[in-house]
């Protein structure tokens, strides 16, 4: 037996041995840091709701995860309430006024390498400000201050770097300081265990609760940020930022057996590519298929295969481009797209659209879950993009950019960073939000609350959400063990089913390599990071955190 096996056997061992994640009793919240966890959790105690801990956790992810939590990005929250209301907030990045659909190609109609993630142009117009103002104004109970302060008071008292971002940080500082200038913040080898202190982001987050919204999109903030972006080769104005809105838009909801689930519309691909999914895997004995065996892979790969080629030449952003809905989630259609599918052999890419790309995934988002002591549920992504986003650090105002810019198609049928093949529907366009794949869901069985979840990882997003559901509906699992388990992933483009490195077994593989599949253990150490909450049977809540980053669950 190969060591590295080995050591995923008895690291599986620990880990399922770990039979429940956290279980409180009232209310739960599990995000990628315990600092904003917790945070979140103290909020609702104080008699915040979901909304408004939704509130303190996106800010306290913006000073405990600077790595993906933001002021200065993005993000969709899904929501239910306690009596069976459900919505969803768009507070997406938009392309700005003087966006170019050819902006990122040379006179030769090439895209620039690195041009649409790196640095000032690669910015979109942040929505996280008006994201979390939109949502207090609507549903939140507690006064903002309340709310923000305990954000300030982190990023005054600082955080402690763990090993997990140290490796972030020495990985990235190079191109940080090489986009920011060698007098950042982040120009410093930071240890294990060091404190950083955001002194900076404190003070901007002071002027925000003091000075309201507007502060953000139009107040000295606004001047600020938009003074320097120009500077540094920027496009976006006074103007894009006051202009910006959030949508409250009509979420996704299909049937999958006797689970109702509810995940995020267009511009986000989540939940129309996950409906695609299900409904096509929906027709098969799948609790019947050992989890991780060459046959449940090969049927989620088959069915991931015919959904990613579709979201990636029909989705785009519904105000500016029209989505054949009803006619992607029509059970003929899925039944029809499934119709060539054999477990005997491998359906080619080509079979089901075409061209031949390389890929680059990334972990670079990040997702918080939400449950309160009313019953009110809250799943929220959001997210930078890259990792840092644009690697470009504001020091004036003490946060990072987005680099959303990249998830338009910089040139239809050239792929993304995360290796994602856009077409016409996603082409860049002034004031146009790009598409996405971020994936915040809430699943109901039998009319109530049973699971609420989201995950970072680019493209894998979508399939680590579906699995981890399957994990739990089909195969009896815990939160904790659900969240666990290896993940494998297929996006049409390429052709390889990407799995977690030494984490399955080696003779499923070489079966599924007989078959025509391309295995791919090398870009893929992680596939997303799902933070999770199941309503148990008893109505107790359990947290699962994900292990593959720093994530913890809090609750009481």
Not at 219 to 246: E, H, P, R
Not at 280 to 307: C, G, H, W
Not at 470 to 484: H, I, W
Request: proline share 4%.
């Amino acid at each position: 037996m190969k060591r590295g096996l080995f050591l995923w056997l008895l690291i599986s061992q620990c880990l399922f041995s770990q039979q429940k994640g956290l279980v409180a009793d009232k209310a739960m919240v599990v995000s990628a840091r315990e600092e904003a966890s917790k945070i979140g959790v103290a909020i609702m105690k104080k008699g915040g709701n979901a909304f408004d801990a939704m509130v303190a956790t996106q800010l306290a992810l913006a000073v405990a995860y600077p790595y993906a939590g933001n002021i200065s990005g993005g993000g969709f929250m899904v929501y239910r309430k306690a009596d069976g209301t459900i919505g969803s907030l768009d507070f997406r990045e938009k392309a700005p006024q003087k966006a170019t659909k050819n902006m990122y190609q040379d006179k030769a109609g090439n895209v620039i390498p690195n041009l649409s993630t790196d640095g000032a142009l690669s910015v979109g117009i942040p929505g996280s400000v008006a994201g979390i103002f939109e949502v207090h104004k609507k549903l939140g109970k507690l006064p903002l201050k309340d709310l923000f302060q305990p954000a300030i008071t982190l990023a005054q008292r600082g955080i402690v770097v763990t090993e997990k971002e140290k490796a972030k940080l020495d990985e990235y500082r190079g191109i940080i300081v090489k986009i920011s200038g060698d007098k950042t913040l982040y120009n410093k080898s930071f240890q294990v265990g060091d404190t950083i202190k955001y002194l900076t982001l404190a003070k901007t987050l002071k002027q925000i609760v003091k000075n309201g919204k507007d502060e953000f999109y139009k107040g000295n903030t606004a001047k600020k940020l938009v003074t320097f972006l120009q500077k540094k080769g920027g496009i976006i104005s006074m103007k894009d930022l006051a202009d910006y809105k959030v949508v409250w838009r009509t979420p996704i909801t299909f049937k999958y057996k006797e689970l109702n689930i509810i995940s995020m519309a267009p511009p986000s691909s989540g939940g129309i590519t996950l409906a695609q999914i299900m409904k096509m895997i929906e027709p098969y004995d799948v609790s019947t298929f050992k989890q991780n065996s060459t046959q449940y892979i090969q049927l989620l790969t088959e069915a991931e295969r015919r959904a990613y080629a579709d979201r990636n030449y029909f989705l785009g952003d519904p105000d500016f481009v029209k989505i054949p809905l009803k006619g992607l989630l029509n059970e003929r259609y899925l039944k029809n797209r499934m119709s060539n599918f054999s477990f005997d052999k491998a359906t080619p890419s080509s079979e089901v659209s075409h061209g031949d790309v390389s890929v680059y995934e990334s972990n670079e988002t990040t997702h918080y879950s939400i449950v309160d002591a009313e019953g009110n549920a809250v799943s929220v992504t959001t997210t930078l993009n890259g990792a840092y986003g644009s690697k470009l650090y504001c020091d004036e105002l003490g946060f990072f950019l987005n680099n959303e810019m990249d998830d338009f198609s910089s040139k239809p049928g050239i792929p993304n960073s995360y290796g994602l093949v856009g077409a016409e529907a996603n082409s860049i366009a002034p004031q146009k939000r790009m598409l996405s794949s971020m994936t915040p869901t809430i699943v109901e069985k039998n009319g109530k609350l049973f699971m609420l979840l989201g995950s970072p990882g680019g493209s894998t997003i979508i399939t680590s959400v579906l699995q981890t559901i399957l994990n739990v509906y089909e195969f009896n699992m815990t939160m904790q063990q659900a969240v666990n388990v290896p993940r494998f992933h297929n996006q049409w483009l390429p052709e390889d089913i990407m799995v977690e490195p030494d984490k399955f077994d080696k003779s499923t593989l070489e079966r599924l390599s007989t078959k025509g599949y391309k295995i791919n253990e090398k870009l893929a150490p992680v596939l997303g990071k799902v933070d999770a909450i199941l309503i148990q049977s008893d109505k107790r809540l359990e947290g699962g955190a994900d292990f593959r980053g720093d994530d913890k669950a809090a609750g009481f």
